[in-house]
């Protein structure tokens, strides 16, 4: 994944950062604070491992934006769909729920199209004779 350097940051955006102590700090975006350039985050990694897990507050300076082009997995749009859910985010989940039916279709369609481009074993033998 590669980093932006740039601070817009909203809510959901996987970030970067480092902590006062230096600590190294990946997570995503959960809100904005009244103030505008404090960001809470949720912790999913760190070199501190008693951050792990939970919400922090940082500078936005101190943050640099993930680019997410990478494509998530089934298992990856089921855990941001339930926080979607916690934060009641409805666009975020309106958002979430249409790229999971789309990784289930698409997933589907890949499993199809191997079934079928799979000789059955009846043709196998019949061929080999």
């Keep these: 994944m590669e980093t932006?350097?740039?601070n817009q940051v909203k809510i959901g955006d996987w970030v970067r950062a480092k902590s006062?102590?230096?600590e190294l700090i990946h997570g995503f975006v959960e809100k904005n604070a009244l103030d505008h350039?404090?960001?809470q985050l949720r912790v999913v990694a760190?070199?501190?491992k008693m951050l792990m897990g939970h919400s922090i507050q940082i500078?936005?300076?101190k943050?640099?934006?993930l680019d997410m082009t990478v494509s998530k997995t089934e298992k990856q749009l089921r855990q941001l769909i339930d926080i979607a859910l916690e934060t009641k985010d409805e666009a975020?989940?309106?958002?979430?729920?249409k790229q999971l039916q789309y990784v289930k279709k698409t997933k589907k369609q890949a499993y199809i199209k191997a079934y079928q481009s799979k000789p059955n074993s009846t043709q196998e033998d019949f061929r080999s004779n």
């Design 4 to 6: 932006n350097h740039t």
């Design 20 to 22: 006062s102590k230096g």
């Design 37 to 39: 350039n404090i960001i």
């Design 46 to 48: 760190s070199d501190n």
């Design 59 to 61: 500078n936005k300076i």
């Design 63 to 65: 943050l640099n934006k």
């Design 92 to 97: 975020w989940f309106l958002d979430l729920t």
